[in-house]
């Protein structure tokens, strides 16, 4: 399922593509667009926004089906999930340990992975977004890293739709009837000016910016309607970083 002249891609990958592409087919519509802004050789980064928990897998589906698969930072907990964890190890996705001394390493193992010609997926944000009307939030700087260091292309991509399957933080999915996965990828983010530039915070904020700009752009396209004028920030409004703050009485 990968083009020709790439490496064929790990076995417990196409086991989960053998197992889980079927399922998607069968599951959903697809409204695929801007395959065309993927490069179609090299290694470069792809910058989704995050809406649900199943988006990764609606996701990595466009890509699939767009002849670049690709491999995703995710968090480290999900590798020690019995089975599920052993097949994402086997796909040679890449962990991320948060808020500890290995939080470097998934960095060096992204920068490598996209040396070696391979499509890796950043989730910006870092998180599902908090945002009241599902817009991306304030960005993390993990994939304007990846991205300054290698200077590969950065292709920003939006999607609408898995929300309905599985909405944020819900535990209580809605298969039917079929609901329509739309995606969005649009032209690499232009950082050329900033390659020269030590990468130092005002950089990475930049950079970072640039790339939530283009999400949302995107993501404009897709519904139809104009993002808020203020990006949702969780540390400005004093929230935790990750999980459902509104269980706990709500936006400030």
């Known amino acids: 399922m990968t083009p020709s002249g790439r490496r064929p891609l790990p076995f417990a990958y196409r086991?989960?593509?053998?197992?889980?592409?079927?399922?998607?087919?069968?599951?959903?519509?697809?409204d695929w667009r801007g395959a065309e802004h993927l490069p179609t050789s090299g290694g470069f980064v792809v910058t989704p926004n995050h809406i649900s928990h199943v988006d990764p897998l609606t996701f990595a589906h466009f890509m699939l089906d767009n002849g670049r698969p690709a491999?995703?930072?995710?968090?480290?907990?999900?590798?020690?999930?019995?089975?599920?964890g052993a097949i994402v190890r086997g796909?040679?996705?890449?962990?991320?340990?948060?808020?500890?001394?290995?939080?470097?390493?998934?960095?060096?193992?992204?920068?490598?992975?996209?040396?070696?010609?391979k499509c890796v997926g950043?989730?910006?944000?870092?998180?599902?977004?908090?945002?009241p009307g599902l817009w991306p939030m304030v960005?993390?700087?993990?994939?304007?890293?990846?991205?300054?260091?290698?200077?590969?292309?950065?292709?920003?991509?939006?999607?609408w739709g898995p929300q309905e399957i599985l909405a944020p933080y819900s535990k209580r999915p809605h298969l039917l009837p079929?609901?329509?996965?739309?995606?969005?990828?649009g032209p690499p983010v232009d950082l050329s000016d900033l390659y020269d530039r030590p990468q130092d915070a005002e950089v990475l904020r930049e950079a970072t910016a640039r790339i939530m700009a283009a999400?949302?752009?995107?993501?404009?396209?897709?519904?139809?309607?104009?993002a808020p004028a203020v990006r949702f920030d969780a540390?400005?409004?004093?929230?935790?970083?990750?999980?459902?703050?509104?269980k706990k009485g709500g936006r400030p």
């Open 91 to 117: 796909a040679q996705q890449i962990p991320v340990y948060r808020n500890t001394g290995r939080a470097v390493d998934a960095y060096r193992a992204a920068v490598a992975a996209v040396e070696e010609g």
């Open 139 to 159: 960005g993390k700087t993990g994939a304007a890293r990846i991205a300054l260091a290698t200077r590969c292309p950065v292709v920003p991509v939006a999607q």
């Open 178 to 185: 079929r609901k329509t996965i739309h995606v969005l990828a």
């Open 71 to 84: 491999y995703f930072l995710g968090k480290e907990s999900v590798f020690r999930v019995p089975v599920v």
């Open 122 to 131: 950043v989730y910006p944000e870092a998180t599902l977004t908090r945002d």
């Open 15 to 30: 086991l989960a593509v053998w197992i889980l592409r079927p399922l998607l087919m069968a599951l959903t519509k697809r």
């Open 235 to 246: 540390r400005a409004l004093g929230l935790p970083p990750t999980g459902n703050f509104r």
């Open 215 to 226: 999400i949302t752009t995107q993501l404009e396209q897709l519904r139809g309607e104009q």
